[in-house]
């Protein structure tokens, strides 16, 4: 990057692009720093939505990660309800709806949006669960239903189940794979995640679509048919990049960047759901759409952006989900072959998986054992070899 960094433009305002900014004056950089979201709302804890805005143990006002204060404190100047739509790199301005703001750096962290249903014959709207909007506008939804029907099980779809179930609603689960979490776990262990909507009285069907829904009822592939009241789609995000395929940038599920989160040009990084990286952890090229990455990219490409530094972001890829009360915990490389069941039963709801790749632990899938999750993703993250790994358990 040539000349002087002074005013820094982070486009999207959630927790990457809120630990971008704090990391920017932690490490004493005195320039603007301008951070700009499509929402009306400063940056709020976004897994609170599934885990307790549907079940009423938040409200709206208890979910905001700072006070609004704290952004004047810290010398930012938010920019809300404004949406991007271009971003000249050469001639290093941001295009939004509203404006055009000149930067020197620019951090993208645009996040990705729910995907919609496709390939059914509709005649009523589905909701989704990806802002905090659609938070509040399900929560209504949930308590004034009687049956809810969930479309897909991964994270959002099983956690609204949970919420739903706990809300006094009947729910149908449909999930296209035999198993829940079938992007992520292996079949063992989904049948285990699945055994555990079932005691919960979910009503779970797998390898299933949703063909219709019409009047208020609604038709599965395998000829069923129910009455519904709310349908929620939980089929997955897409990252928001729709906006830069003009700038330049090499967009290949999500934006393609190097080691340090550097999406080719000087000065421009990209952090969050929109990161296509390799993560040297693994030797793997990945996108990941979790929290806990999020946050931490945000400090990385902090310190890179304002250093001209390449510090590698590597780290383990913890998430976690709670369900039933159950917290549920993914990390690292999660589907591969070789693996074990190191403490607990997988026909329990309290159970350890470990993977392992030429010896050494590289996932984990903790069920009801939060402790040996967490531990789990400290042995990963120090790269700790298999037999090193076990002891450390025992």
Partial sequence: MSGELRRVVIVGAGIAGLKVAEGLRRESFTGDVIMIGDESYAP????????????????????????????SQLGVELMLGQRAQAADLKGRILLTDASEIPFDGLVIATGSSARRLSGADFDQGTLSLRTLDDALQLRAA??????VTIVGAGFIGSEVAAAASGLGCEVTLVEMDAFPLGRVVRPEVGASLGRIHDAHGIDFRPSTRLAALRQGRARLSDGSEF???????????????????????????GI???ASLNAGPPGIFAVGDVVNWPNSLFGERMRVEHWTNASAQGAVVAHNLLHQASEHFARPNYVWSDQYGIRIQLVG???????????????????LVWHRTNNRLVGACAVGCPEMGLKSADLIASRTPWPDAVAALE
């Fill in 142 to 147: 949930l308590c004034s239903a009687r049956h």
């Fill in 256 to 258: 393609v960047c190097d």
């Fill in 227 to 253: 009455s519904t009241d709310v349908v929620v789609a939980g089929v997955g995000a897409s990252p928001n990049t729709e906006w830069l395929k003009e700038s330049g940038l090499t967009i290949r599920d």
């Fill in 44 to 71: 709020y804890d976004r897994p609170s939505l599934s885990k307790d805005v549907l079940t009423g143990k938040a409200q709206a006002e208890d979910i905001f990660i700072r006070p609004l204060e704290r952004f």
């Fill in 333 to 351: 490389l999660t589907t591969g072959p070789d693996f074990e069941v190191v403490s607990g039963s997988l026909s329990s709801q309290t159970f």
